[in-house]
């Protein structure tokens, strides 16, 4: 699973400039954390999550069925 987030893309949803350096600090902990991996493409990084990230969705998924089903 790939996703290319170009500048335009992340605006339509972070619109301030503070919210954006957000963004960049929470995307920069993923990757450094070994959740999201990164791979330059012509002028673009590219992020991808990673088997430790999708593991990862997977266990909060399943929490998240666990407290709304209260279980």
Not at 11 to 24: T, V
Not at 34 to 48: A, D, L, N, Q
Request: with cysteine; charged share 30%.
């Amino acid at each position: 699973m790939y996703t290319r987030w170009s500048k335009p893309f992340i605006q339509k949803f972070f619109r301030g400039k503070s919210q954006l350096k957000y963004f960049g600090k929470s995307l920069g902990k993923l990757v450094s954390n070994g959740f999201v991996g990164e791979k330059p493409s012509k002028k673009k990084m590219t992020y991808s999550l990673t088997k430790k990230g999708i593991s990862a969705c997977k266990v909060l998924k399943e929490e998240e069925e666990i407290i709304e089903n209260g279980i």
